[in-house]
T-cell receptor
Framework: SQKIEQNSEALNIQEGKTATLTCNYT??????LQWYRQDPGRGPVFLLL???NEKEKRKERLKVTFDTTLKQSLFHITASQPADSATYLC???????????WGAGTKLIIKP | GAVVSQHPSWVICKSGTSVKIECRSL??????MFWYRQFPKQSLMLMAT?????????EQGVEKDKFLINHASLTLSTLTVTSAHPEDSSFYIC????????????FGPGTRLTVL
């Protein structure tokens, strides 16, 4: 079955540094992969989508890479700020019906 | 744009009662809506896919008679948890797609259900 893994341990980063989160998947070739931010008690908020034929996507301080050979996506936040502290989820497209398979998320803590 | 609301944001009910959760797309028409459940520190689990005007498609292991979904219009989908039990306590989240052929889902703020 499809499996998607994110580091379950919280990631502590000093303010101003670059935070890098990892998303690995197995047994699937997704057409695209998405990253979301989720704050406690709230629904996920869409951040970025990257397609299988794209290597990298950027949006302001965010950067996502997608390596279909390694079956891995990396999510970077540059010049991190305490307000970036949240849980970040990756999700991949399961099929043509736009259903998503989700990782459990990685909690990011940016320390001032 | 692309705002999705849910109501209520939290609800506490007694075991055996039914609870209805509404999901609305406020500034767009959503042909497809999704219902998820999320337990603490776990990933979102897709429960069902809801298309306007047709029956919802439930994921394996989700009881359709227990979790009734009605997608009555292009801006409203409802999830009714019937005969709720404590194990149904969870965070329920809906999402909506802006239109056919787009890939982004916009999520509601979620509904915290606690069954006593």
């Amino acid at each position: 079955s499809q499996k998607i893994e994110q580091n379950s341990e919280a990631l502590n980063i000093q303010e101003g540094k670059t935070a890098t989160l990892t998303c690995n998947y197995t047994n699937y070739s997704p057409a695209y992969l998405q990253w979301y931010r989720q704050d406690p008690g709230r629904g996920p908020v869409f951040l970025l989508l990257i397609r299988e034929n794209e290597k990298e996507k950027r949006k302001e301080r965010l950067k996502v890479t997608f390596d279909t050979t390694l079956k891995q996506s990396l999510f970077h936040i540059t010049a991190s700020q305490p307000a970036d502290s949240a849980t970040y989820l990756c999700a991949l497209a399961a099929n043509s019906n736009y259903q998503l398979i989700w990782g459990a998320g990685t909690k990011l803590i940016i320390k001032p | 744009g692309a705002v999705v609301s849910q109501h209520p944001s939290w609800v506490i009910c007694k075991s055996g009662t039914s609870v209805k959760i509404e999901c609305r797309s406020l500034d767009f028409q959503a042909t497809t809506m999704f219902w998820y459940r999320q337990f603490p520190k776990q990933s979102l689990m897709l429960m069902a896919t809801s298309n306007e005007g047709s029956k919802a498609t439930y994921e394996q292991g989700v009881e359709k008679d227990k979790f009734l979904i009605n997608h009555a219009s292009l801006t409203l989908s409802t999830l009714t948890v019937t005969s709720a039990h404590p194990e149904d306590s969870s965070f329920y989240i809906c999402s909506a797609m802006v239109g056919a052929g787009t890939d982004t889902q916009y999520f509601g703020p979620g509904t915290r259900l606690t069954v006593l």
